[in-house]
């Protein structure tokens, strides 16, 4: 199994190698970065992005609803390229399908507060690539999808930020790392139970992308992780490792029994195959950009000639 992972990892890289090819990436010359007013995340704490777009348009790899539709997601922003063919969360891709599903079918008018227990902030619908007006065509998502957020109760639509784009906030999100007092989340075994009793009373902590993070926990909180439950990950807090439990049918609650504040370490054990398979990426990488820079050195000395 692991060299068939490792395979599959390397194999992930190579639409990327192939546009890097033609030293663009075969993207527009713009991007949502300056356009997209998404906060910063060292001040509430961590987030999530949902993108829903036509496949195409997509800024990274996703899952697709049906030919016309597809959805993302991003961590603290845009996507990074490092987030090319990785999942957000594999473990909660079938939940969020479900979830987005029950939203476009008109089951709920309370979206955000079950997509606010995976951490998502915000809500975009992309029609093109990238904003205008480096972007003049494209192919509009289903042409309902606007009206099924704007009749959300807990999403707020951002007005006349660029006619590539919808931007939605949730009003009733909960940070991806957020700390609560003990039993924050009772009642809520189910996602369904969220629509009628969210998550509230939370403080976003430990923002960052990386696997291992490190900051205070409050005195007298629980840690919730809006992750797939993974004994992967860890919290220590003051040198002493903590115990975990279920929350919301697939997230992770760590119990931090310590006094007063605690200096605490989240962090994921990364598998073995994962680091190999990164190291394989940046050789291919390496290798391709070589031949970039050999092949462009021989043109402009055949210019010189």
Not at 77 to 104: C, F, K
Not at 262 to 284: E, F, K, N
């Amino acid at each position: 199994l692991l060299p068939l992972a490792l395979v599959a990892a390397v194999l992930s890289a190579v639409p990327t190698l192939a546009l890097a090819e033609t030293g663009r990436w075969e993207m527009p010359r713009g991007d949502f970065t300056d356009t997209l007013p998404l906060a910063d995340a060292t001040t509430d704490g961590s987030y999530r992005v949902l993108w829903l777009a036509a496949p195409e348009n997509l800024p990274a790899d996703g899952h697709a609803l049906d030919d016309s539709l597809a959805w993302t997601l991003s961590l603290d922003g845009l996507p990074l390229i490092g987030d090319a063919g990785l999942a957000a969360d594999e473990g909660a891709v079938d939940l969020i399908d479900g979830v987005i599903r029950s939203a476009v079918g008109g089951e709920t008018m309370r979206l955000g507060r079950t997509l606010g227990a995976f951490g998502i902030r915000y809500v975009v619908i992309l029609d093109r690539l990238a904003p205008a007006p480096y972007s003049a065509t494209g192919t509009p998502p289903a042409p309902a999808l606007d009206d099924v957020l704007s009749r959300q109760l807990d999403l707020q639509q951002f007005e006349g930020i660029n006619s590539a784009v919808s931007l939605y906030v949730n009003t009733e999100w909960t940070s991806v790392r957020a700390a609560g007092v003990p039993g924050f989340d009772a009642g809520r075994d189910d996602l369904s139970d969220l629509a009628v009793d969210p998550l509230h009373g939370t403080l976003g902590v430990l923002p960052g992308r990386s696997t291992e993070l490190h900051g205070r926990l409050p005195e007298n909180t629980e840690l919730y992780l809006a992750q797939s439950n993974d004994t992967r990950w860890r919290l220590v807090v003051d040198g002493e490792r903590t115990g975990r439990r279920h929350s919301v049918e697939f997230a992770t609650v760590f119990i931090a029994d310590v006094e007063g504040e605690g200096d605490a370490t989240l962090s994921y054990d990364t598998p073995l195959w994962r680091h190999g398979a990164a190291v394989l990426q940046v050789l291919a990488f390496v290798v391709v950009f070589g031949a970039m820079a050999r092949r462009r050195l021989g043109g402009r000395q055949e210019l010189s000639a």
